[in-house]
């Protein structure tokens, strides 16, 4: 009986997640209300609020399913050598990328992205030899600049290129920068 339970409860907290995503692209995240994914996944009050304590937590459920955004940090090979895996993944969710990271997500949507991937790169940085510190901490800010820049315009449209692309660009911009900073380091 625990399994179907379960298969339940997954099913009525995808039905959430989707209406936000599909209420996203509608009209923003901000103009979202809890009613309205009640009504858009055809849940109950009590049924919602079982599952999520507001819409805000629905939220970061999808964005924790962009796994994307929590590579280990890596001491070897090229640097940001996650950057083509998180295009590819990016290409694989573009809708749901879209809905979040794009230009309808919202500017609280954008800022938790931009705090996950934060963390990624200085992790790997950290890893590699970079000394904690303001260099560091503005290397860190063009680095998540740069590759949100191309998620979002991308997901929106706005430019037309493959994950290696898109990678290429990124490691072109950001690579040398950082290759400089940890010299120092």
Request: hydrophobic fraction near 45%; include cysteine.
């Amino acid at each position: 009986m625990s399994g179907n339970t379960d298969r339940r409860v997954r099913r009525t907290r995808q039905a959430i997640q989707r209406a936000l995503v599909e209420l996203i692209l509608e009209k923003g995240y901000e103009p979202v209300t809890v009613t309205d994914l009640i009504n858009r996944a055809d849940v109950g009050r009590s049924t919602f609020y079982a599952h999520f304590a507001d819409k805000q937590a629905v939220l970061f459920a999808n964005l924790d399913e962009i796994a994307f955004l929590h590579p280990a940090p890596s001491t070897d090979g090229p640097l940001f050598g996650f950057s083509l895996a998180m295009f590819e993944h990016v290409q694989e969710q573009r809708r749901l990328v879209r809905a979040l990271l794009g230009r309808r997500g919202g500017q609280m949507v954008m800022a938790h992205g931009e705090q996950l991937l934060q963390a990624v790169i200085r992790d790997e940085l950290l890893a590699r030899g970079g000394r904690a510190g303001a260099s560091l901490d503005l290397v860190v800010t063009c680095a998540v600049g740069a590759f949100m820049a191309l998620v979002r315009k991308w997901v929106d449209g706005e430019i037309d290129a493959t994950p290696a692309e898109l990678d290429a660009a990124f490691h072109t911009t950001i690579t040398p920068g950082v290759r400089t900073l940890l010299a120092r380091s």
